[in-house]
């Protein structure tokens, strides 16, 4: 837990005071957040008797986050607000975790949608819809950077 919360200040650090890099760095922080959430948030979202429900809400949070999306024209890459949702977002995720690790099952089910969400605010950082090709390759990149990162923090060698 601790080296996650070092890693959100790192984040909000970086957000509040350093925004001429946002469009790349934000591929990395993107990257560890869906890291994050593919070998931490999910399977403790997932685990337990109400596997198929937790799946279907899941499913249902993708796709109602991805209609939203599609609504806005701009959905503000590389703004302030754009970088501040998905560090929120992460924060959130993040202590929703620590409480669901010790609460336990039952409140899987409302967490189950959030992390719909969060699955497609990861995943839209990492894979922006830019028209310049060399810009969208150094994002990807640094999100696979960000995501191999993530990895190594949670199984360290």
């Not at 997932?46 to 993708?62: K, M, P």
């Not at 986050?65 to 560090?87: M, R």
């Not at 010790?102 to 089910?109: A, D, E, R, V």
């Not at 959030?114 to 994002?139: H, Q, R, T, V, Y």
């Amino acid at each position: 837990m601790q080296h996650w919360i070092v890693f959100l200040a790192a984040f909000w650090i970086f957000i509040l005071f350093l925004e001429r890099k946002f469009p790349c760095i934000i591929g990395f922080f993107d990257g560890v957040f869906l890291s994050f959430l593919c070998f931490c948030f999910l399977p403790i979202v997932l685990e337990g008797r109400f596997f198929w429900s937790t799946s279907f809400l899941l499913v249902a949070g993708v796709l109602i986050s991805s209609f939203l999306e599609q609504k806005t024209n701009d959905f503000g890459y590389g703004k302030k607000c754009y970088a501040l949702l998905h560090c929120g977002a992460f924060t959130l995720a993040v202590f929703l975790w620590n409480f669901l690790k010790i609460q336990g099952s039952i409140f899987c089910l409302p967490f189950a949608f959030l992390s719909g969400l969060f699955l497609l605010l990861a995943c839209g950082g990492i894979l922006p819809e830019e028209k310049d090709n060399k810009k969208k390759m150094k994002l990807a990149l640094l999100g696979v950077i960000g995501f191999l990162s993530g990895i190594i923090m949670i199984f360290p060698i």
